[in-house]
C-alpha cells in the first residue's frame, strides 16, 4: 500500500506532463519552497507557479518516475525526463527530487538534475 506522500508525489509529477498547474499547485504547501542548486530557490506557490513552465521549451514533459522511496516526512524521487526545445532539438537529462512533506503536501523540493542531451 503507497502511502499519502509518495501519492501526492506521483500526482505532482503526472501534473508535470500535463503542465496542469492547478494540479502541481494543489500537492504545495503555501510557503512550499524550490530549489535547483546553482539555479534557483524560490518560496511561495506564485513564484513556484512562475517556474512551472520555461520558456526555453514546448509542449508538456515526458517524466519517468523509476523510483520513490519514503522516510519520515521525506520522498526521494529519481527518474528521467525529456522535453522538446524551442530553438529544436530535445532536452533529456536525469532527475533526483527531494520532497520534504507536511500533512501530505510538499513543502520543500530541491530538485538534482543532470543534463545527458
Known sequence: MESENKRTVRRYMEG?????????LSCLTE???WII?????????????????????VGSPAIELH?????????????TVRSARRAGGKLHA??????????????MLTSYLAILE
Request: aromatic share 10%; proline share 2%; hydrophobic share 40%.
Open 94 to 107: 536525469v532527475f533526483c527530487g527531494v520532497f520534504v512533506m507536511r500533512d501530505a503536501k510538499v513543502r
Open 31 to 33: 510557503d512550499v519552497e
Open 37 to 57: 542548486p546553482g539555479m534557483f530557490h524560490r518560496t511561495g506557490k506564485e513564484a513556484f507557479d512562475s517556474e512551472i513552465e520555461n520558456e526555453a521549451f
Open 67 to 79: 523510483r520513490l522511496t519514503e522516510e519520515s516526512d521525506v520522498v526521494v524521487a529519481e527518474g
Open 16 to 24: 508535470f506532463t500535463r503542465s496542469d498547474h492547478a494540479q502541481i
